[in-house]
């Protein structure tokens, strides 16, 4: 039984390797092309998810659940979703760095809503990239972008977590508890 969960858990993973080994046979220009952009993919994996990791570990620990459940759980309102926000704008790193954090603040007791818009200020808010934009596209383009963002971000938060039925919200929770993070 334990076997089948292993291979059912990375089941995506042999059959892209799998996939690579027959492009690799087919076509070994593209297989090595292929092989490479992996290698190195796992590279930049491996060189920024051991830092989040650190990081996330300090904040399970130095972070109490009653800290995290005052300042962005239930009750916690626009501060809330406010401090959400701040910390999805100001985090470095890709997107799939956002969901072992994300996991983090569920453990730790924030707001569905919250741990929504953490997600996506990461993903669409980030400050080092608008003052980039800012610069190559300009400070309207930049501030109308935002502004959108900011509405976008509130509205499909609260979208999804009405949408969500308590068994829904129960089972996330339970998925997030589960992980290592």
Same mark, same amino acid.
């Given at each position: #039984?334990?076997? *089948?969960?292993?291979?059912? =858990? *990375?089941?995506?993973? %042999? ?15 593209? $297989?090595?092309?292929?092989?490479? +952009? ?27 659940? =009653?800290?995290?459940?005052?300042? #962005?759980? !239930? ?19 890709? %997107? *799939? ?6 996991? #983090? %603040?569920?453990?730790?007791? /924030?707001?569905? @809503? ?15 990239? &608008?003052?980039?934009? /800012? ?5 309207? @383009? #930049? &501030? ?6 900011? /509405? $976008? ?9 009405? &949408? ?5 919200? /129960?089972?996330? *929770?339970?998925?997030?508890? !589960?992980?290592? +993070?």
């Amino acid at each position: #039984m334990k076997g *089948y969960k292993l291979l059912k =858990r *990375y089941a995506f993973l %042999l059959v892209m390797v799998a996939a690579g080994a027959a492009v690799w046979v087919a076509a070994p220009d593209v $297989g090595q092309k292929a092989a490479a +952009a992996a290698w190195d993919n796992t590279l930049q994996l491996l060189s920024v998810v051991p830092p989040i990791f650190v990081l996330i570990g300090l904040l399970d620990v130095w972070v109490e659940r =009653r800290t995290m459940v005052r300042f #962005m759980g !239930e009750g916690s309102g626009i501060k809330g979703a406010l401090i959400a926000f701040f910390l999805g704008s100001a985090a470095a790193g890709p %997107l *799939y760095i956002a969901f072992p954090v994300a996991a #983090m %603040l569920m453990k730790k007791g /924030a707001r569905l @809503f919250n741990v929504f818009v953490f997600i996506g200020a990461w993903s669409t808010t980030k400050l080092p990239l &608008l003052l980039f934009e /800012a610069s190559a596209l300009g400070w309207r @383009f #930049m &501030l109308t972008r935002f502004a959108v963002n900011i /509405a $976008g971000i509130v509205l499909i938060a609260l979208v999804t977590e009405k &949408l969500l039925s308590d068994s829904d919200v /129960a089972q996330i *929770y339970a998925r997030a508890g !589960e992980t290592d +993070a």
